[in-house]
């Protein structure tokens, strides 16, 4: 039997099997973040293709927390009412959608990546004055952020929560919080970004407290049934920076928060990190958070064969494999990987006449 097809319970959910979707930004949202057609397609195709959990793009949690002004939000009642004939749909097509709630912090307000400037975008075309945990910009054509007080922070915090709680609301079943790729929780983390020097800096436990506080909360709100993830950069590929040893540490702090599984990303705090990119290349990360902190991990980065996706399972090196680009190539890759492993491949009726 193939390990990728097998059932994985996360606490009163039950993925059908071990493929997800990362989350991949869209920029495609309506006017103040609401998800669209494009949504309802992009993602309910990758259900039809029988992905078993689907994560939607980084959602902001409030509006400043967008990366660009076409990202989607759950900040809302009426991001509630736009998200529901999309959950529903990829329930009814055996998938379970579960929610990205993130914030940008100094990453936020820029242009999506297709346009034709780069940077930060302006007031007058959209944009608003950033935060984050300090005062410096990630880059010079960035926006400079504001530095978040602990009045602040609690606000964020607060945001979270209560995005977690419309999450449900908006029939997703799952909720993954995001603490990669340079946007606000990672900004706290990693010592690259973080130069604070009060409860919320200096040493690891201080970094670490906002990210813990979120995740409590998330899992405060969210109830004892439903499993709540994290997205972390597991190291910023930088001397100096946020480690796998650190990440360890994290992990074990995480779990004990009520986080049931962590999606073991990297990178996204430095824009000079020296990232050695290829096949899997972040699988030997998710395997040590599995090993040494003992908590279920999502391996991601460059999973492309089928073969390669269940000697991950199978080998203990992750428990859940998340695909990003070749889904974006292949809606159906979950169904060709099933027949290619000795798996039941079960096409939708509507298909089965092409087999």
Not at 53 to 70: F, H, K, W, Y
Not at 147 to 165: P, S, T
Not at 199 to 211: E, I, P, Q, S, V
Not at 278 to 296: D, K, S, W
Request: glycine share 12%; proline share 8%; aromatic share 6%.
């Amino acid at each position: 039997m193939s390990a990728l097809f097998t059932p994985l319970a996360l606490r009163g959910v039950t993925l059908p099997n071990r493929v997800a979707m990362a989350p991949m930004c869209q920029y495609s949202a309506g006017p103040d973040g609401l998800p669209t057609d494009w949504h309802r397609i992009h993602l309910g195709s990758r259900a039809v293709g029988g992905v078993g959990l689907i994560i939607t793009e980084a959602t902001a949690v409030v509006p400043e927390g967008r990366i660009s002004p076409q990202d989607t939000g759950l900040w809302s009642g009426a991001h509630v009412d736009a998200w529901r004939p999309i959950t529903a749909f990829l329930t009814g097509q055996g998938a379970v959608p579960a929610v990205q709630l993130a914030h940008a912090g100094f990453k936020a307000s820029t242009y999506r990546p297709w346009a034709a400037r780069r940077g930060g975008v302006p007031d007058a075309e959209g944009g608003w004055t950033p935060v984050g945990p300090g005062s410096e910009p990630f880059l010079p054509d960035h926006r400079r952020p504001t530095a978040l007080d602990e009045a602040g922070i609690a606000r964020v915090v607060e945001a979270f929560a209560v995005a977690a709680g419309r999450a449900l609301d908006a029939g997703f079943r799952a909720v993954e919080i995001h603490a990669a790729h340079g946007y606000l929780l990672h900004e706290f983390l990693s010592p690259l970004t973080n130069r604070r020097d009060d409860a919320y800096g200096g040493d690891r436990a201080g970094r670490m407290r906002l990210t813990l506080e979120v995740a409590r909360a998330v899992r405060a709100t969210v109830g004892a049934a439903v499993p709540v993830l994290t997205r972390i950069s597991a190291t910023d590929w930088v001397d100096g920076g946020w480690t796998v040893e650190d990440s360890v540490v994290l992990v074990g702090e995480l779990a004990a928060a009520g986080v049931d599984l962590v999606d073991a990303s990297s990178g996204g705090a430095s824009a000079g990190a020296s990232i050695p990119v290829g096949p899997g290349y972040q699988v030997p990360l998710a395997a040590r958070i599995r090993r040494e902190a003992g908590v279920p991990t999502g391996a991601v980065g460059l999973i492309v064969e089928p073969e390669q996706a269940e000697q991950i399972v199978a080998g203990g090196e992750a428990d859940l494999v998340l695909l990003g680009r070749e889904l974006l190539r292949d809606p159906y890759w979950p169904r060709r990987a099933a027949a290619k492993l000795g798996a039941t491949p079960d096409w939708p009726n509507q298909y089965t006449r092409a087999f």
